[in-house]
């Protein structure tokens, strides 16, 4: 079995040159350079080598991307990780302050820390993480798995339709992937890539709503290492409820945990040593699932976004963890012998581009298909005092650029942005391009509309997202983050009961608190509603920051958070 001393490997080798030096953590670490061979160093266990990345929407270059400084859990989730986030998260895993690993899996510090490590992701450099991995292992022992969210949700995947990051992928030379924000391509246009892939799209939990039959394939085996291993795919349950149904009518979503017992059991009787379930689902939906249904030894999860340096264990089931945005893969090296996983070995790998080698034949791929678009990825809007971030359960200050953008362009009272994971960071003092608007709104439904709704009716959109996002089910919860908004301030209540976790909503222009019988003038994007009208959301922003031309980060939200 894995110990402690080896999950976070890099970070605690790191922290040995700090004793006796005097030296700050932050300028120890800036002083010694990470290496690749730090990086990937891993004694390898077993006959199976798993390879897991999860949510990289369609980022091919490296980004900053901070980790959320709060991400409540509730119900038997709370106080659990993943809901256990900066110092907190640094104790639990005796991860030292100012550490490489502190700042890749924390908010701690995190814009004087990125300075020191730069940039993480960029395929090119998983391209060489994992070359690297299967010349070690070879072939006949490594899976390498994809969770999804991983063709949108970046201005080069949104112009090809995702033909860029398809091509970048397909040379990784994934064995199986499963899906979520590749459904906002339409159906026509994921049927057309899934045709194409060289390997395949799992997903059991999809049905044609006319005759029921499957959509995709539910599972495949695969032969590694002298291990029969079937891997069931799991599509995100809830797409049609967070994303547009009309861009997929004939497809019915859901869990669907009684066929996935089934498949697990026909997994088992084709002779399968080892079940993989490749999920979409998020954290919490897979820690009960992993409780529920019998005969998975490993769930890779994804959908979350959360990052942990070592395996959850529920039962027999292991629980897999990546994060997003390309800044990690994980490695799992199972012993598998008479039918059952005897022992196994981790590694959340970090991927610190600036000590990673950039692998050649990706870095080419990445360039031809950025060319025809590099002129205006690097357009300069406008520069940022601070720190600019989205991820979190509430409100972040790039939240704060979108939903102010929207007031002043639509000339409205009230904004609503919707609270998407996906969307990376800019660092104090650093220009805002075209390319960190477009990674933060590139998706297929972009309009932002100008509507007019009551307060009561606003009242209703803010309890039933906070149902959403809180409800102590993890089979109930459906969403990305709270909403984000502009113009308005409420208090909420994550641990409230259905219909009052909200309260205290305050109209900032006059201070006066909402009125539910009025009428506001509402601007808000990404509706999934069919028709929506209205200019695209990077033009909105845009606008907004070539007037403002710098960005001062507010330092106190106007949302409360209370009952903690």
Same mark, same amino acid.
């Given at each position: 079995?894995?110990?402690?001393?080896?999950?976070?490997?890099?970070?605690?080798?790191?922290?040995?040159?700090?004793?006796?030096?005097?030296?700050?953590?932050?300028?120890?670490?800036?002083?010694?350079?990470? =290496?690749?061979?730090?990086i990937?160093?891993?004694?390898?266990?077993?006959?199976?080598?798993?390879?897991?990345?999860?949510?990289?929407?369609?980022?091919?270059?490296?980004?900053w991307?901070?980790?959320?400084?709060? @991400?409540?859990?509730?119900?038997?989730?709370?106080?659990?990780?993943?809901?256990?986030?900066?110092?907190?998260?640094?104790?639990l895993?005796?991860?030292?302050?100012?550490?490489?690993?502190?700042?890749?899996?924390?908010?701690?510090?995190?814009?004087?820390?990125?300075?020191?490590?730069?940039?993480?992701?960029?395929?090119?450099?998983?391209?060489?993480?994992?070359?690297?991995?299967?010349?070690?292992?070879?072939?006949?022992?490594?899976?390498?798995?994809?969770?999804?969210?991983?063709?949108?949700?970046?201005?080069?995947?949104?112009?090809?339709?995702?033909?860029?990051?398809?091509?970048c992928?397909?040379?990784?030379?994934?064995?199986?992937?499963?899906?979520?924000?590749?459904?906002?391509?339409?159906a026509?246009?994921?049927?057309?890539?899934?045709?194409?892939?060289?390997?395949?799209?799992?997903?059991?939990?999809?049905?044609?709503?006319?005759?029921?039959?499957?959509?995709?394939?539910?599972?495949?085996?695969?032969?590694?290492?002298?291990?029969?291993?079937?891997?069931?795919?799991?599509?995100?349950?809830?797409?049609?409820?967070?994303?547009?149904?009309?861009?997929?009518?004939?497809?019915?979503?859901? $869990?669907?945990?009684?066929?996935?017992?089934?498949?697990?059991?026909?997994?088992?009787?084709?002779g399968?040593?080892?079940?993989? $379930?490749?999920?979409?689902?998020g954290?919490?939906?897979?820690?009960?699932?992993?409780?529920?249904?019998?005969?998975?030894?490993?769930?890779?999860?994804?959908?979350?976004?959360?990052?942990?340096p070592?395996?959850?264990?529920?039962?027999?089931?292991?629980?897999?963890?990546?994060?997003?945005?390309?800044?990690?893969?994980?490695?799992?090296?199972?012993?598998?012998?008479?039918?059952?996983?005897?022992?196994?070995?981790?590694?959340?790998?970090?991927?610190?581009s600036?000590?990673?080698?950039?692998?050649?034949?990706?870095?080419?791929?990445?360039?031809?298909h950025?060319?025809?678009?590099?002129?205006?990825?690097?357009?300069?809007?406008?520069?940022?005092?601070?720190?600019?971030?989205?991820?979190?359960?509430?409100?972040?200050?790039l939240?704060?650029?979108?939903?102010?953008?929207?007031?002043?362009?639509?000339?409205?009272?009230?904004?609503?942005?919707?609270?998407?994971?996906?969307?990376?960071?800019?660092?104090?003092?650093?220009?805002? =391009?075209?390319?960190?608007?477009?990674?933060?709104?590139?998706?297929?439904?972009? *309009?932002?509309?100008?509507?007019?709704?009551?307060?009561?009716?606003?009242?209703?959109?803010?309890?039933?997202?906070?149902?959403?996002?809180? @409800?102590?089910?993890?089979?109930? *919860?459906?969403?990305?983050?709270?909403?984000?908004?502009?113009?308005?301030?409420?208090?909420?209540?994550?641990?409230?009961?259905?219909?009052?976790?909200?309260?205290?909503?305050?109209?900032?222009k006059?201070?006066?608190?909402?009125?539910?019988?009025?009428?506001?003038?509402?601007?808000?994007?990404?509706?999934?509603?069919?028709?929506?009208?209205?200019?695209?959301?990077?033009?909105?922003?845009?606008?907004?920051?070539?007037?403002?031309?710098t960005?001062?980060?507010?330092?106190?939200?106007?949302?409360?958070?209370?009952?903690?």
């Open positions: 079995m894995v110990s402690r001393r080896e999950l976070v490997q890099a970070g605690l080798a790191a922290s040995a040159l700090l004793a006796g030096s005097g030296l700050s953590a932050g300028r120890a670490f800036a002083q010694q350079k990470l =290496t690749q061979g730090d990937l160093r891993f004694e390898p266990l077993g006959n199976v080598t798993l390879l897991h990345v999860a949510d990289i929407h369609a980022q091919l270059v490296p980004t991307f901070r980790e959320p400084s709060i @991400n409540l859990g509730v119900g038997e989730a709370k106080g659990r990780v993943p809901h256990i986030t900066g110092k907190d998260f640094l104790d895993y005796k991860i030292p302050v100012g550490s490489p690993m502190a700042y890749a899996l924390t908010s701690e510090d995190f814009a004087s820390l990125a300075k020191n490590y730069g940039r993480m992701g960029g395929l090119d450099r998983l391209a060489t993480v994992i070359k690297t991995i299967r010349a070690e292992r070879g072939d006949n022992r490594c899976l390498l798995l994809d969770c999804g969210d991983t063709w949108t949700n970046s201005w080069t995947s949104l112009q090809t339709k995702a033909q860029d990051i398809v091509d992928m397909n040379l990784l030379k994934p064995d199986a992937m499963t899906a979520h924000w590749e459904f906002t391509l339409g026509e246009r994921v049927e057309e890539i899934t045709r194409s892939l060289p390997f395949p799209l799992l997903a059991q939990n999809i049905r044609d709503t006319e005759f029921e039959d499957r959509v995709f394939e539910p599972r495949q085996i695969f032969e590694k290492g002298g291990v029969k291993i079937a891997v069931i795919g799991q599509a995100y349950p809830y797409t049609a409820i967070a994303n547009p149904r009309w861009m997929f009518p004939k497809w019915a979503f859901g $869990l669907r945990e009684d066929e996935l017992q089934r498949q697990v059991e026909e997994a088992r009787g084709e399968a040593d080892l079940v993989v $379930l490749l999920s979409h689902s954290f919490d939906i897979d820690h009960k699932m992993a409780g529920r249904v019998k005969g998975i030894d490993v769930i890779l999860t994804s959908h979350t976004h959360d990052a942990l070592e395996p959850v264990r529920v039962g027999q089931t292991l629980l897999i963890a990546t994060g997003a945005y390309g800044k990690f893969i994980s490695r799992l090296d199972l012993d598998v012998r008479e039918k059952r996983v005897q022992g196994y070995r981790h590694r959340l790998i970090p991927i610190f600036d000590a990673i080698e950039p692998d050649a034949e990706m870095a080419a791929l990445i360039a031809r950025r060319a025809p678009y590099e002129k205006d990825l690097k357009r300069v809007l406008g520069c940022t005092e601070g720190l600019l971030y989205r991820r979190g359960n509430f409100q972040g200050s939240d704060d650029v979108f939903t102010d953008a929207m007031l002043e362009v639509r000339d409205a009272e009230i904004s609503l942005s919707p609270g998407m994971r996906w969307g990376g960071s800019l660092l104090p003092g650093q220009d805002i =391009t075209f390319e960190d608007i477009a990674n933060a709104s590139a998706m297929t439904y972009p *309009q932002c509309y100008r509507t007019t709704m009551k307060g009561s009716m606003l009242k209703a959109i803010l309890e039933d997202i906070g149902d959403n996002i809180f @409800n102590p089910d993890p089979y109930y *919860q459906g969403g990305g983050d709270m909403v984000r908004v502009g113009g308005m301030g409420f208090l909420i209540n994550p641990f409230g009961t259905v219909g009052n976790r909200i309260s205290n909503m305050t109209f900032l006059t201070g006066a608190p909402i009125d539910a019988s009025r009428d506001y003038v509402v601007a808000g994007w990404a509706s999934i509603n069919e028709g929506t009208q209205g200019p695209p959301i990077w033009d909105v922003v845009g606008q907004y920051l070539t007037a403002r031309k960005i001062t980060p507010r330092n106190e939200s106007a949302v409360k958070v209370v009952g903690l």
